[in-house]
Structure formats: C-alpha cells, structure tokens
C-alpha cells in the first residue's frame, strides 16, 4: 500500500511537469510590458534571498520600491542585499529573518515590521520547499504543509492591518502566493493536507499548493465582503531553473538537468511574469485568480470547491488561534 501512495503520488506530479515542460518547449517566456514607477511603496518577498526569489527582489527595487527580503537564512539574505545595492546605487533593500516552520518566527517579523510604522504595498509570498523529506515543523506540522501554506497564512493575516491601511479603492494593495501546477494532481480529500500516515513528499508537495490556490479564492472573498482595498491571487511561475529540485532522487535529478537548462524559465524569466502580476495597472482591482504568464487561467477542479475552501480557512484559523474575521488583528 505504501509503495502504490508512493509510486501513484509521483507518477502524478512527473506527468503535470511534463505538460509542463511541453507548454514550454513551445511557448515563448512572457515578457512584462514597461512598468510604472513604484517609488515610495514597500514589498515583502519572503524567500528572496536566491532564485525566484531574488530575482523578483532585484526587478522591484528596479521600479523604485523598498523592498524587504524576508529568509531564514541569513548569510544569503545579506548577500543578496549586498548584491543588489552593488548594482544599483539606488537601491532600497534590507534583510529581515524569517522562518516559515516557525510560527512565533512568523509572528517575531510582523512585530518587527510593525514597529517599524512603514506601509505596506505588495506581499509576495515566494518561499517554499519541495519534496522533503519527512520531518515536522517546530510547531508539529508536516513542513511543507508548514513552511509553503500556513507560515504564509500566518505572514498574510497578521500583515493585512498594514496591507489594509495602505491601499486605497483606486490604487489597492497587492497579495501575490507563488503556487504550483502541481495542485492539479490532488483530490479534495482536507483531512490528508497535512497528513503524516503513509508519507509521500510528492503528494505532500502537491497538497500543499492545493492548499495555496485554496486560500487565495477565499481570502479574496472575505477582503471583498470586509470592503478592505486589498486583492490576492495566485502566480504560477511554471517550470523554474532553481534548486527547489535539489530534493529530487539522483536519477530523476539527471534526467531533469537538461531539460532546465534548454526548456525551464529563467528565474529572471519567471520573476517578469510575478512582478507585471505585483505592479501592472492592467490587473488593478483584479483578484482571487490564477495567474500564468500574465494571463488568467483555470486551477484545478478542486480549488473551485466553495465548502473545500472555507473548510481549509476555519480549519486554520483554529489552529493558528485565529477569529475567521479578516478584521485588523493585534500581537
């Protein structure tokens, strides 16, 4: 029984990222259209010490923004704003510690963020993990339900009052989650989004993103009935040249490395698409979609799931200990 979990979750995930992999063989990389200037307004990246991550970092503070990197490590953080400062003079970049497994991490940062008393324009939840091997949170989760869905869930509820206080109806604030194709490949079975039994990182992997694409069609809904000037929505940023593959075992790991080098995105390539998605008065007021390539596209058949998705909100408020009223929370 375990080996079929295992073998069946993995066929699943190979075979979306051969679709993929096609789309892409035979589909120019997007290119984002002049941007206006975002001088004066500040981002979070998490995870935008390296890859995507930075990439997106570099092309923010690019237009002018303050951008705050947020990782969990801190050697590469520095470097990146090192970096990033060398380029250009003018940069607005600083690191900020962030642990996605730890939730009193998450909650240090926002009252970091918030003594601060600076505003809040873009959230760009970016960091992940894939195909861990089995392991728990400090606070007992499955880490990739942990670090890739309720970190962020976290991050976004306690960062709203800041995201709320600096939009306005003409010019609201932007919410990005970084998800996977790989949610198409699971069911709507809740009870196994963070399930331990039978472990398989491929499913755990895709779970975790179907977690994600829930959270953002929700969300939207309770920022649009709380009236707050506020939009989220999913970016899939496709097939990436970076080393969230590192997790992948050998063989599969040599097979993939050609192909990245010929068909996958460039993280520069990637990061144009999540910023026109960040930034682009094209997509003012736009919210609770799913974005690939600077266009809307359908998620999986689950993600439309209106009880899935307000089961998955209750059940995590409960237990991050949080009401499900999007009103402004205080730590």
Known sequence: MWILIQITAAFKLYMIGLRVLLYQLFHRPFTAPALPEQSGKVAIVTGGAKGLGYEIAKQLTGLGMHVIIASRD??????????????????????????????????????????RKLPLHTLINNAGIMLVPEGKSEDGFELHFAVNFLGHFLLTRLLLSALRSSGTSEKRTRIINICSSAHYGVDSELQHLHCMQCYSPHAAYSRSKLAQVLFTSHLQQELDSGGLAVT?????????DTDLYRNMSTATWLLQRPAARLIFRTPSQAADAVVFSAVSPELEGVGGCYLHEGRRVRSSAASYDLELQA?????????????????????
């Open 232 to 240: 989220v929505n999913s970016v899939d940023p496709g097939l990436v």
């Open 311 to 331: 089961r998955l909100w209750r059940s995590s408020c409960g237990m991050l200990g949080l009401p499900a009223s999007v009103a402004p929370l205080t730590l």
């Open 74 to 115: 801190e050697k590469q953080g520095r470097a990146a704003v090192k970096r990033l400062c060398e380029e250009s003079c003018k940069a607005q970049v600083e690191f900020e510690f962030l642990d996605l497994a730890s939730l009193d991490s998450v909650r240090q940062f926002v009252r970091s963020f918030e003594n």
